[in-house]
């Protein structure tokens, strides 16, 4: 699945795929007692779906996977820059022009950013020029004293490659969100019908509650 947002100047999209679930079909089927193997296949179906759904929701990246941001430009400090989850009335970030929040995270790692010119070419900027705050916070800021190189590409001049999700185990995500994602295939399974609406408005009150406090919320 390619997860892919847009909002102003800037669009991300999800490049490489994470190479585990947060939970299991084993652990559905104990959960659901469900007692042979004969629909496995949808369990793991439901699964993907959950976990897409669960992502949405909370506007997080749960196991590790790779983003890559495009900017047409550097900030200015006054473009909102939140493109997740909203819980209660829109809130315009009062960015500053040395900060790049980055979105479905928690972040683990930025891979590299780099800069377009007008012929296209793609140029590294050095780490010496920036730092990264990982986890929650999200974000690359410069360094003291540094500024950010220019970008002279109209479009997508910009370029921020990185590593976002609670970890490469499933035993990192947060248990009240893989408690939500076993709850929700379980309820799918023993509600089947010729269509099941997967959308995240969809999602039983109780499940929202395991994972409304794990909600990104700027």
Request: aromatic residues 10%.
């Amino acid at each position: 699945m390619s997860l892919f947002a847009q909002a102003g100047i800037r669009h991300y999209e999800r490049t490489t795929e994470p190479t585990v679930d947060p939970i299991t079909v084993d652990e559905v089927k104990s959960a659901g007692r469900i007692d042979h193997e004969n629909e496995d296949g949808l369990l793991a179906m439901y699964i993907t779906a959950a976990v897409g759904v669960c992502e949405q929701y909370l506007g997080r990246s749960l196991m590790n996977q790779t983003w890559t941001l495009y900017m047409d430009q550097w900030p200015t400090g006054d473009e909102p820059w939140w493109d997740g989850a909203v819980v209660a009335s829109e809130t315009i970030l009062n960015s500053q022009a040395d900060e790049i929040d980055l979105p479905y995270g928690p972040l683990q790692s930025v891979t590299s950013i780099s800069v377009f010119d007008t012929a296209d070419t793609e140029t590294a900027v050095s780490s010496d020029v920036y730092g990264v705050s990982t986890g929650k916070v999200s974000r690359v800021y410069l360094k003291d004293g540094q500024v950010w190189p220019s970008a002279t590409r109209t479009r997508d001049g910009v370029k921020v490659v990185y590593v976002a999700g609670y970890g490469s185990d499933f035993n990192d995500v947060p248990m009240a969100i893989r408690q939500g994602l076993l709850q929700l295939c379980v309820h799918w399974y023993e509600n089947r019908e010729a269509s099941i609406d997967m959308s995240v408005n969809k999602v039983p009150n109780m499940i929202r509650k395991l994972w409304s406090p794990h909600k990104a919320i700027r």
